[in-house]
């Protein structure tokens, strides 16, 4: 059986495993005191990010969702990464599922006319600001992001990758 999960657009059907999935994270793994009723996004997946330049994708491993990804389309050819997680599961080499789920993202952007990718995490989250580093992305100030990025209150660091539209 191969071991690496399969990312997929995202449809309503893994609406109720992308919660669960999410929250676990949020909550139970970095005690991060955010509820589902303060993410509304979770609800509405399809209007929020699968228009424009935006989509969202899981990952999937035996039919279970074990990592998600979005990019949200903010206007001017840029998008934000939102709602990167992974079941701690199925992270690093073996599975490759944050890999897997980035680089099905960037491919997109790639594809449309996006010319910057903005993402903004909380302090905690230290083996994803490695990720963010080791694949491309450059750590910026909280000023040099764009004026349509939605910054949520949990997010303290900020990071932008360029396309290469050569």
Do not use: C
């Amino acid at each position: 059986m191969n071991n690496s999960p399969i990312v997929q657009e995202y449809s309503y059907e893994n609406q109720a495993q992308v919660i669960e999935l999410i929250l676990q994270i949020q909550q139970q793994e970095y005690k991060i005191p955010i509820t589902k009723e303060e993410q509304p996004d979770l609800y509405t997946i399809e209007e929020h990010y699968q228009t424009g330049s935006g989509n969202f994708w899981v990952a999937l491993y035996d039919e279970n969702v074990v990592g998600t990804i979005s990019l949200l389309d903010i206007g001017n050819n840029q998008v934000a990464l939102r709602k990167m997680f992974v079941n701690k599961d199925y992270r690093g080499p073996s599975y490759k599922t944050a890999s897997l789920l980035l680089d099905t993202a960037i491919k997109w952007a790639k594809e449309r006319p996006v010319k910057a990718v903005f993402l903004g995490t909380t302090p905690q989250f230290l083996a994803a600001h490695r990720f963010y580093e080791k694949n491309g992305f450059i750590s910026i100030d909280l000023n040099d992001l764009p004026e349509n990025f939605p910054v949520l209150q949990v997010d303290k660091k900020f990071y932008k990758y360029v396309l290469d539209k050569n």
